[in-house]
């Protein structure tokens, strides 16, 4: 029996072994792959009114990457003499986490043209009454300002609600908690599952629940988007929108499924608002999958980036006094 005991333990222990060798090595993995970690200390609470900001001229790791902010307290570009200002606004997306200063479309087109100074005033977690905020404080602030680019990322839909109050929360079960706990402590768990769903459309498909003209969120949304372009208006300075699409509308699974930028497009053209969606550019390219994040519906890799920028630098008009081409 004691044999039969010992054996037992030893089987115990290996499995043990075993286990916590596995949630090492898929916390090195994670570390590599998905490093969600954000630098805190680069955040300044209320820099525009209620809305946060990044700190002028600050360093820091993002998303494992080393993250550099200009004077103004922007993801940093190239520096440019031009008295002519073009302010991107928008949310994780635009500000390029999980990438190098240099490889965000931000960056690459303020390379490419020389004849306005870019500013990317964007941070992650924003959205659109955010957008608003940081278009007031720098309207007030900068009278160079020429154009401005909001960059709507399709759960910039969520606006203002609280992530409790969203239907994915009050509808959260005990299994759901419980994976949501797994999820937080065991690398292990989370590893197998970014692996098992990295090409899911789950985030997408729950999204697009919103874009409806009657729903709430939606109409909340583009309310701030019309305050946006209102404002910019009456100062002379060039407004537009550019959505950014989900990975699982340009890699063949929904790519025929455009209702967010549709609904979008409509509201925009309903009030003169300038245009643009890049997806068709970006579902026309190869091996498509790899312009975004391993596991990331949203996020894109320097990859994405680049033919974001390709985009962009074909649309925009810095000619034209319009700010983007309407086509």
Not at 51 to 78: C, H, I, M, Q, Y
Not at 111 to 134: H, K, R, W
Not at 289 to 316: C, M, R
Request: proline share 2%.
């Amino acid at each position: 029996m004691s044999r039969q005991r010992s054996h037992t333990f030893i089987n115990l222990v290996s499995v043990a072994v075993i286990l916590i060798i596995l949630e090492i090595t898929s916390r090195f993995v994670l570390h590599k792959i998905y490093n969600r970690d954000f630098d805190s200390s680069l955040i300044t609470e209320h820099k525009y009114f209620d809305s946060p900001g990044l700190k002028p001229n600050a360093k820091g790791l993002v998303w494992g990457k080393e993250f550099n902010t200009d004077a103004l307290g922007g993801r940093k570009n190239k520096v440019s003499t031009q008295k002519k200002k073009w302010l991107y606004i928008g949310d994780s997306v635009t500000e390029g986490v999980g990438v190098e200063d240099s490889s965000t479309f931000a960056y690459k087109v303020s390379v490419a043209d020389s004849q306005f100074c870019y500013e990317n005033i964007s941070m992650i977690g924003y959205s659109t009454p955010d957008y608003l905020n940081v278009l007031k404080a720098t309207i007030a602030s900068d009278s160079s300002l020429n154009r401005v680019t909001l960059f709507f990322c399709l759960n910039d839909v969520y606006g203002s609600a609280k992530t409790k109050d969203l239907p994915v929360m009050r509808k959260q079960n005990l299994l759901g908690k419980l994976n949501a706990i797994l999820q937080e402590h065991y690398a292990t768990y989370k590893l197998l599952k970014l692996y098992r769903y990295r090409n899911a459309d789950r985030y997408f498909k729950y999204d697009l629940e919103f874009y409806s003209n009657q729903d709430k969120h939606f109409k909340e949304a583009m309310a701030d988007v019309l305050k946006c372009d209102s404002l910019c208006k009456s100062k002379g300075i060039g407004f537009s929108l550019v959505t950014l699409p989900y990975r699982s509308q340009i890699i063949g699974k929904d790519e025929n499924e455009r209702t967010p930028q549709k609904s979008v497009a409509e509201f925009c053209r309903a009030h003169d608002i300038l245009f643009a969606d890049p997806a068709n550019h970006l579902a026309g390219l190869e091996n498509r999958s790899s312009l975004y994040l391993f596991a990331d519906e949203i996020h894109f890799s320097a990859k994405g980036h680049s033919a974001l920028a390709e985009f962009l630098l074909v649309y925009q008009l810095p000619s034209d006094s319009s700010g983007l081409n309407k086509r």
